[in-house]
């Protein structure tokens, strides 16, 4: 049967992200939400009940508006606006692409100015989208363009283009969300928050992570990061994609996440299984 969105369940969603996994800022309609296999309706809906069950509980509520069409990541975008959304966020259009900076700043421009009071983060998702221009060079006088540029969702492992912007960025005090969640201490500088799938169910270690990172305990911060790694080094072999990571947080959540739609297919029984024995075996600094 055609899946169908549950939003029943994300005042529950929300609850234990805040409670269970000390998550405090959410992205609706990326990646691992599916936003690009959702029609315009159902985006519309995801978003509205995210801001409504969060407005009380989450600091930020950022909205993927990307979209093949531009009328389409428009529309989006004045209704993320309309909703309150904290901010709106964009990939750059995949099947017809922009070829350099100047055809991806207009068009980036061209959906931001619609929602011209709430900051604007380029998603920058090169594995995804094969759009591959450098964001150092996207970044060069972009807030003259688009002025309410906050900061770049950076899901690429080009770390030394990463590295170059928050160099030469950093009196702007742009954002930088990091999204490979393998890597997140290679990158560890004060302009960068961690923005990944896995910290919908290893949000509380993360955090963990992070804090003795600061201490700093690095002996501590790499115990986190290297059971991390383990985890995900094992699922990464079986096979672990969108639909995988949905299963997993079913699994440790309790909330049912459902199935992916179409053309990506639900997780087999034999990865729950394996997933579950894996998870079930690491043994935390904390105890849990």
Not at 7 to 22: D, T
Not at 154 to 180: M, N, P, T, W
Not at 211 to 236: C, H, M, S, W
Request: net charge neutral.
């Amino acid at each position: 049967p055609f899946s169908q969105i549950n939003l029943s369940v994300i005042g529950r969603y929300v609850e234990y992200l805040v409670q269970e996994q000390n998550v405090k800022n959410v992205f609706v309609n990326g990646t691992t939400g599916e936003g690009l296999s959702l029609s315009i309706q159902e985006r519309k809906q995801l978003a509205e009940e995210w801001v409504c069950q969060g407005k009380a509980r989450l600091d930020q509520v950022i909205v993927h508006v990307g979209a093949l069409s531009l009328p389409e990541s428009q529309e989006l975008a004045r209704h993320a606006a309309a909703i309150g959304a904290s901010g709106i966020a964009l990939i750059a259009p995949f099947f017809f692409k922009p070829t350099n900076k100047d055809e991806l700043i207009a068009f980036l421009q061209k959906v931001a100015s619609e929602a011209s009071a709430v900051p604007f983060y380029y998603y920058h998702i090169p594995p995804l989208t094969g759009v591959n221009i450098r964001v150092e060079e996207l970044l060069d006088g972009i807030k003259e363009r688009i002025p309410t540029f906050q900061g770049v969702k950076f899901s690429d492992r080009d770390l030394l283009d990463l590295a170059q912007c928050i160099h030469k960025y950093e009196r702007e005090q742009l954002a930088f969300l990091y999204g490979v969640d393998e890597l997140p201490l290679c990158v560890s500088v004060p302009a960068l928050v961690l923005f990944g799938s896995t910290y919908n169910y290893l949000g509380r270690q993360t955090n963990l992570m992070l804090q003795a990172f600061t201490k700093p305990d690095l002996a501590l911060a790499r115990k986190y990061q290297f059971l991390t790694g383990e985890f995900l080094n094992f699922v990464i072999k079986l096979g672990f994609g969108v639909a995988e990571t949905k299963a997993v947080m079913t699994l440790v959540s309790g909330i049912p996440m459902g199935p992916p739609r179409l053309p990506l297919v639900a997780a087999s029984e034999e990865f729950i299984v394996k997933a579950k024995a894996k998870l079930d075996s690491l043994v935390w600094p904390e105890g849990r």
